[in-house]
């Protein structure tokens, strides 16, 4: 299944202009996180902490719903979803 994803700001930077992700059929949002941690290369640490877990900071919305921490195991993505990654909101 393909699954498209919108970064922004620097999150953007270190993914790519809007990557669609291929996983297998039936994927946790767990898995979409590891395949875009290894995506990021070098930058990972923008999104990821050491263990490879979630940056608190970071907000992801499956098809315009917040997802909630506790859900990424268990939340199924399917084919053509749209993830988005938002960096932490700053202003001035």
């Known amino acids: 299944m393909k ?3 919108k970064a922004f700001a620097r999150f953007r930077e270190a993914l790519g202009s809007d990557p669609v992700v291929e996983l297998p059929e039936g ?15 070098g930058e990972e640490g923008l ?12 907000v992801l919305m499956q098809n ?5 921490r506790d859900d990424l195991d268990t939340l199924v993505l399917a084919d053509g979803d749209e ?10």
Do not use: C, N, Y
């Open 27 to 41: 994927s946790a949002m767990t898995a979409l996180l590891a395949a875009l941690r290894d995506r990021a290369g």
């Open 83 to 92: 993830v988005a990654i938002f960096p932490p909101v700053a202003g001035g």
């Open 64 to 68: 315009g719903i917040r997802v909630k």
């Open 3 to 5: 699954v498209q994803v």
């Open 47 to 58: 999104m990821f902490d050491e263990a490879g877990a979630l940056r608190t900071h970071v």
